[in-house]
């Protein structure tokens, strides 16, 4: 048989496929292709999101909609001999094995491969009704004026680990769940009096101020059934930092459980914003103060004692304590 040549790569060959090489086709036309896919499902019932609804697996027999969910996403040119599914915390791990050709010119030929798929967790709407309908108790922790930092969310876990200790066998409740949520974290439980104790134990450890308020639900027959928020704002500054309020700035000089003790950058004056009324008007942290002694090198008076170097759009202060 003659031979001719692939005008793609030049290798000469018996026949061309749609004008190209066996190799040259088989590069363009594979036999599995594979969508990127995540698996998404609700983290209370376990439901999968497939094709746009929510299924429910049929007594934790995950592995049926596992597969369907790969199908749904794959463009195979044969068949699938087998899929074994692996399922970790955070990914499920398809490894696929088959045989097959993209073109009927081609030889059948045997394939594997695997496919990492991220694991996303949501709530489903049957779920969502149901914790809104059942669950009473939500806490937002934030923080204020910027988001919380790992210091505060590290202390924030452990008041509610020692909460969780304190609730257990009490009849108080119990958590639903904790979530860390852009820059807070939300706490939702069973019942307002444990979302409450929560709320009061993280103003009580951390330097904060909160607001609650209670809602009745409806639809629940005669008994009135109260769905409480509290949300939490967590100071996030510390000494030295600068911060806009208004039109004034003010250099932070310590933060407690009651105030935050400032001194007014422009006139000097030493402020104290109780906690409540801190987060009350909008605060901008702007920048950072450095401590020094007697204002050396800046040209300030000496014995000035300690002092605070603040730069703020290219003004230099000297803020005496
Ligand atoms: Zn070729
Ligand atoms: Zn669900």
């Not at 003010?250 to 407690?256: E, S, T, W």
């Not at 906690?275 to 942290?285: A, D, I, S």
Request: hydrophobic share 35%; with cysteine.
């Amino acid at each position: 048989m003659p031979k001719v040549l692939c005008p793609i790569c030049g290798r000469a060959v018996d026949r061309l496929i749609e004008g190209m090489c066996e190799e040259c086709y088989l590069s363009r036309h594979p036999v599995l292709e594979i969508k990127n896919f995540n698996v998404v499902r609700c983290k209370y019932c376990g439901a999968y999101y497939i094709r746009g609804r929510w299924v429910k697996p049929k007594r934790g027999d995950d592995r049926e909609l596992l597969e369907r969910l790969l199908r749904d996403n794959i463009d195979v040119k044969g068949a699938l001999n087998a899929v074994q599914i692996e399922v970790y915390e955070d990914r499920v791990v398809y490894n696929i094995a088959g045989v097959g050709a993209p073109h009927e010119l081609i030889k059948p030929r045997e394939f594997q491969t695997s496919y990492v798929a991220p694991f996303l967790l949501d709530v489903c709407p049957d779920c969502r009704r149901n914790i809104w309908g059942v669950e009473r108790g939500l806490v937002r922790i934030k923080g204020y004026p910027e988001d919380l930092g790992e210091i505060e969310y590290k202390k924030i876990e452990s008041v509610l680990e020692h909460v969780l200790y304190e609730a257990r066998g009490r009849n108080i409740g119990s958590v639903i769940s904790i979530e860390r949520t852009r820059g807070g974290v939300e706490v939702l439980t069973t019942e307002p009096k444990l979302a409450r104790h929560i709320a009061h134990k993280i103003h009580q450890v951390l330097p904060s101020d909160y607001v609650e308020s209670y809602k009745v639900l409806k639809g629940r027959g005669d008994k009135k059934v109260y769905h409480y928020t509290a949300t939490v704002y967590v100071i996030t500054l510390e000494e030295g930092d600068v911060v806009r309020r208004g039109p004034s700035y003010y250099l932070v000089i310590d933060v407690n459980n009651r105030e935050v003790v400032t001194v007014d950058v422009a006139s000097k004056a030493q402020v104290r914003f109780p906690l409540y009324r801190f987060t009350e008007v909008k605060t901008e942290k702007v920048a950072k103060a450095r401590r020094g002694v007697g204002g050396e090198g800046l040209g300030a008076p000496g014995g000035l004692g300690v002092v605070y170097y603040v730069e703020i759009d290219n003004k230099h202060y000297i803020v005496p304590i």
